[in-house]
């Protein structure tokens, strides 16, 4: 499972000024999880821990360190001698609100709904493009594509429309002429491009839409009472 941590502090951008996010796989180093920062053209590798993705991050991009380590350190300082430490509970998650720890609960129960429906709501997730023969192509999101009971990529192309008025489905599979260019993973490995003159696999044509996404958690947000901050999928910094 894949989350975005927020931080009070906005997260450096990169060379190019496009907004970082702290990304968190939650599987073990081994198995290729990790924490990794990324933005819409470029990202780190995965690391055991968020300082040292944030060194390569800053490294790579050139942002100054020496200066910002010496303010975290002195803003640390400073809250030890207002406070004495109380560490957090084993276990205990402090970084995430309400609602994505209760995701993360459904999660860890093999009930993932609500994890990939706020991925897919994922502002990171809402646009994107690549080079294709010195060119940048970019599209709008239109659906996330679920294989093994999972979502696995998410399609772009022209947004989708449906014309008919009447329509209430949530999944509505009416736009028959949408024109998928784009499949991305959620590693960002373009699975298909129609750029390259193949046929669109079959099992990249129909998926769930971010009407559906929304729903989902439309519905866990009424059951959790009162979230303690923004979900970082609402925020700008998202």
């Known amino acids: 499972m894949q ?17 970082a ?14 924490h990794n920062i990324e933005c819409k053209c470029s990202h780190t590798s995965r690391h055991a821990d968020f300082d040292a993705a944030l060194l390569e991050w800053r490294q790579t991009h050139g942002v100054a360190t020496h200066e910002a380590s010496s303010r975290r350190k002195a803003k640390k300082t400073t809250k030890q001698e207002q406070a004495p430490s109380t560490p957090a509970p084993s276990g205990v998650i402090t970084s995430l609100d309400s609602m994505q720890r209760e995701a993360m ?20 997730r809402m646009r994107t493009g690549h080079h294709h023969s010195g060119t940048w192509h970019e ?6 594509i679920w294989i093994g009971g999972r979502l696995q990529a998410f399609a772009y192309g022209s947004p989708l429309t449906c014309y008919d008025d009447e329509c209430t489905d949530v999944d509505c599979a009416c736009d028959d002429d949408a024109d998928t260019k784009l ?5 960002e490995a373009v699975l298909y491009s129609a750029l390259d003159d193949t046929d669109i696999p079959d099992e990249f044509t129909t998926g ?17 009472a009162k979230p303690e ?6 925020s700008e910094a998202a």
Request: charged share 20%.
């Open 208 to 224: 769930r839409g971010p009407v559906w996404a929304q729903g989902v958690v439309d519905a866990c947000r009424a059951l959790v």
């Open 229 to 234: 901050q923004a979900t970082f999928f609402s």
């Open 3 to 19: 989350i975005m941590i927020s931080h009070d502090t906005p997260l450096p951008t990169c060379s190019a000024g496009h907004s």
């Open 183 to 187: 499949v991305i993973g959620l590693d």
């Open 139 to 144: 599209h709008d999101l239109q659906f996330g």
């Open 21 to 34: 996010r702290h990304m968190h796989d939650m599987r073990r180093i081994e198995a290729g999880g990790g």
């Open 105 to 124: 609960r459904r999660a860890l129960a093999g009930d993932f709904e609500l994890a990939d429906a706020m991925e897919l709501l994922s502002k990171g």
